[in-house]
């Protein structure tokens, strides 16, 4: 469960909202409505005033490193110097090859298994670093923006496997995003931002 009281970091203004686990929030807004600030607020990127709880445990406690939170967004972070295989070891030391190849084939990547960053395409890449996001299930998922590059079949492709994943081991995930049409298909509800205030 997270819960989000009187949060005041850049222009975010007292907000706040609580997630049961496993439910889908859905953040939209425009640009500049600290949609991206509320994530990096949770992740331990930014220091803010409030209080942030993920199940019960005050975030502010922990450094980023110890929140189990995975952020994806646009900018990806492949290690460039890690094979697809490696850049999952990095996240997860203990996930067998067999888990490892389950995710990737749910993810159609399985065969770039042993291939770098740079061999991969724009898609290819996306679909990486989701497996990474994924294979230490996470106790809350921040996606900002992470598919707004991929044309519209990679998009929905990869939209079913996450929520399939979602659903499935009941994680909390908090979405950013522009586009009402992926609001509509991952969220249990939706929050708007307006010139840091939830509307």
């Not at 005033?49 to 490193?65: F, K, M, R, T, V």
């Not at 997860?92 to 190849?101: C, D, L, V």
């Not at 770098?116 to 921040?142: M, N, V, W």
């Not at 081991?169 to 609001?183: D, F, K, M, S, W």
Request: proline share 4%.
């Amino acid at each position: 469960m997270l819960q989000i009281e009187q949060l005041q970091v850049g222009i975010l203004k007292n907000i706040s909202f609580s997630l049961e686990e496993g439910e889908c929030l859905a953040v939209i807004g425009h640009s500049g409505s600290g949609k991206t600030t509320l994530l990096n607020a949770i992740a331990g990127y930014t220091d803010y005033d409030g209080s942030i709880l993920l199940n019960e445990q005050n975030l502010a406690l922990l450094p980023p490193w110890k929140r189990n939170c995975r952020y994806l967004n646009q900018r990806l972070y492949l290690f460039p110097h890690k094979t697809v295989d490696g850049n999952l070891n990095l996240a997860n030391s203990k996930a067998t090859m067999e888990e490892k190849r389950q995710l990737l084939t749910a993810l159609h990547i399985e065969h770039l298994i042993k291939r770098y960053p740079h061999q991969l395409s724009g898609g290819e890449q996306q679909r990486a670093a989701l497996a990474r996001a994924l294979i230490h299930l996470p106790d809350l998922l921040l996606l900002d923006e992470p598919f707004s590059s991929l044309d519209w079949q990679s998009r929905e492709a990869i939209w079913k496997v996450l929520k399939n994943f979602i659903q499935r081991y009941q994680v909390t995930t908090i979405l950013v995003t522009h586009e009402p049409r992926e609001a509509d298909y991952f969220s249990d509800k939706q929050i708007r931002l307006h010139q840091g205030q939830l509307i």
